[in-house]
């Protein structure tokens, strides 16, 4: 029996964890254009009760999740779960970083109060924007005791040394008792998140990676998965299926 079958089959206590952008909303222009993909709601929903826990773990902020999930009963593990322990960045940090972004044309910096996001999507050549900016926010982030993460034509700061994702994921299935645990998601950061379900599965936990698959999914994260789905539809299909 593969992972998913054996996850659907399960009687222990269970958990769904979902990441959102590019996972169950398309990649788009600006995060605020973002919109939860048609039938993903109804799709999340019927799992509610079935499951022991059905949780968002996303880089966005609580209030953006809660507008753009509205679903009642799910678990928002906002900001990679740093939401509670982070404190705001310093206003000289925030204004290091809009100064840097400012002079690469098409980039833009969306705060998030413990970490920031520059977002470089709109560049006319995202491969020298990138460039740019890691030179540029290399700095800021070592003498802020920061850390620079990469995603999709996104850098962003967030403080060094703590667990992200893989800390978000690793909480619930202690908080909640998990037996077993699916996460779907589709960027750099869920591979540590896929990393924390790895030592999960060594200490008998049963468990299910997902890669929603787009086209600027890592490879890595792919090779990684138990089950690999086209885009967000595909992961509605899945979620159907639990």
Excluded: C
């Excluded at 169950?24 to 929903?45: F, M, N, T, Y």
């Excluded at 800021?140 to 005791?145: G, S, V």
């Excluded at 990469?150 to 994921?169: H, I, S, T």
């Amino acid at each position: 029996m593969d992972r998913l079958a054996s996850f659907r089959a399960g009687q222990g206590r269970r958990g769904v964890l979902l990441d959102f952008d590019g996972t169950l909303s398309p990649i788009v222009a600006k995060p605020e254009l973002a919109r939860i993909r048609d039938g993903a709601r109804d799709a999340i929903a019927r799992l509610i009760g079935r499951y022991e826990v059905v949780a968002i773990v996303s880089g966005r902020t609580d209030d953006q999740l809660r507008e753009l999930v509205n679903v009642g009963g799910v678990r928002l593990a906002a900001l990679y779960g740093l939401a509670e322990e982070a404190p705001p960045l310093a206003d000289h940090v925030l204004a290091a970083v809009r100064e840097v972004a400012a002079a690469v044309p098409g980039a833009r910096v969306e705060p998030k109060g413990g970490s920031v996001a520059v977002h470089y999507r709109a560049a006319d050549d995202a491969v020298t924007a990138r460039a740019e900016l890691a030179a540029g926010l290399a700095p800021i982030a070592e003498a802020a005791a920061l850390a620079v993460l990469p995603g999709k034509m996104v850098l962003e700061l967030l403080p060094a040394g703590r667990p992200l994702k893989e800390g978000a994921v690793e909480r619930i299935v202690s908080d909640e008792q998990l037996d077993a645990v699916l996460y779907a998601g589709d960027d750099v950061a869920d591979l540590r998140a896929f990393e924390a379900l790895d030592r999960m599965a060594e200490r008998g936990v049963d468990t299910v990676k997902v890669a929603v698959h787009g086209r600027e999914t890592p490879e890595a994260l792919s090779d990684a998965a138990d089950v690999v789905v086209d885009g967000p539809a595909g992961l509605v299909t899945l979620l159907r299926g639990l």
